[in-house]
């Protein structure tokens, strides 16, 4: 695995536009950076990435299997008790998913380390999926890659054949915060993938939602929703008084309730117990643990809920008598209490910290994007980066 410099295609703000790509570079910030690329070798790709992150997935549904029917571990991952039955009923009527993404740490030596999974409402979907193979042909066309470059990206093909195959009756709605431009842009590809695979597809807000006198959903139109894409997290929404109406509603949610064990960081401490040891996994456990002993003060407190880096804290030992040394970033989010994590610092590559993130699909591989920071921890200020696979 190598970091790169190439020269950036001199018209792809314009190309980034006519693809929809509308959030390439939010405000005065730079968020898609094609002024190099991470190469990659197909064995680092097929045996370094791929093949772990299927184990990895039958792992976790082995986990979530586990955790619909212990309730110390639906209290440890602070689920709310009055959804426990929908959220095991979701995962024993196998309501298929669509995707999540598993952030790792990789530098092409020594096994990929899981850093967590964003199962529920993961982001950087579209770039991951069209926008860096959008590059990758350019390039290849333009001469400034070989012709047989590749890139580990099926992801579109993937998306498209697994909605079509989700068994979906009538037409399927896909909300996110009309606020966020990048949420929004998700589910608008989504919907785009929807309408490819023969599906009907509307968008809205997620505050649009209503219901109905029979407790059925409904759009701003009035129409009832039978299936619902929502990009926004479980932990949100089953903390709200609009969540009651979930159960007896009708209405098919993807992702389905039992992502909500999958997409909350108590999964890593619950992966260690379970397979103590694993090449792929860090040894964590939940804040308070006396195991956590083990750690020897070297570790990242996580909250149990938090998103894009928010309230991440590394804590290392001082040097030479010191006192601990902290890192941490800002943010909204704690109280529902926290995990510890080994700490495995990200490779560095010219000074950036690239953190690798596979996508799956209906539970397969699929993808590859990589976000790179230039700090211990990886948050929403973090750049994406194309790559390509060079044998």
């Known amino acids: 695995m190598d970091r790169r410099a190439i020269e950036p295609r001199h018209d792809w703000r314009a190309t980034a536009e006519e693809h929809g790509f509308g959030f390439h570079s939010p405000g005065s910030t730079v968020y898609w950076d094609e002024s190099h690329c991470y190469a990659l070798t197909l064995a680092e790709v097929e045996d370094g990435l791929e093949a772990p992150a299927a184990e990895l997935e039958g792992m976790c549904l082995d986990i979530v ?28 009527n196998r309501e298929r998913n669509l995707y999540g993404r598993m952030d790792l740490a990789f530098s092409g030596s020594g096994p990929a380390k899981l ?8 982001t950087s979907l579209y770039e991951s999926a069209v926008f860096q193979w ?3 042909e350019q390039m290849r066309e333009r001469g400034q890659l070989p012709a047989d470059a590749d890139q580990f990206n099926s992801l579109h093909e993937r998306l498209v054949d697994a909605v079509g195959r989700m068994g979906i009756s009538g037409a399927l709605h896909l909300a996110a915060m009309r606020a966020s431009t990048e949420d929004m842009g998700t589910i608008g590809y989504l919907a785009d993938c929807a309408r490819q695979a023969g599906l009907t597809a509307h968008t809205l807000g997620i505050e649009e939602i209503g219901v109905d006198a029979r407790g059925r959903f409904t759009d701003s139109e009035d129409r009832v929703i039978g299936a619902l894409f929502k990009l926004y997290p479980w932990e949100w929404l089953l903390g709200e008084p609009f969540a009651e109406h979930i ?51 070297r570790y990242v407190r996580k909250p149990i809920y938090s998103r894009e880096g928010a309230n991440i804290e590394v804590v290392l030992p001082g040097r030479a008598g010191r006192r601990t040394e902290t890192v941490a970033s800002p943010g909204p989010y704690g109280a529902e ?55």
């Open 65 to 92: 299997g586990r955790a619909v029917a212990d309730e110390h571990m639906l209290e440890q991952l602070r689920i709310p008790r009055r959804y426990w039955d929908y959220v095991a009923a979701t995962w024993r």
């Open 134 to 136: 959008v590059w990758l």
């Open 247 to 297: 159960p007896a509603s009708g209405c098919r949610f993807i992702e389905p309730a039992w992502k909500s064990i999958l997409s909350n960081k108590g999964l890593m401490p619950l992966l260690w117990e379970a397979y103590p040891g694993h090449p792929n996994l860090l040894p964590a456990y939940f804040d308070g643990d006396p195991r956590a002993a083990d750690l020897n003060g």
């Open 115 to 122: 850093y967590e999974y964003n199962a529920d409402t993961p």
């Open 337 to 391: 209490g926290h995990i510890v994590q080994a700490w495995h610092p990200l490779p560095r590559f010219q000074g950036r910290r690239p953190v690798c993130g596979v996508w799956l699909v209906a539970g397969e591989p699929a993808g590859l994007g990589i976000r790179e920071g230039d700090g211990d921890i990886t948050t929403d200020a973090a750049r994406f980066v194309p790559h390509v696979i060079l044998d």
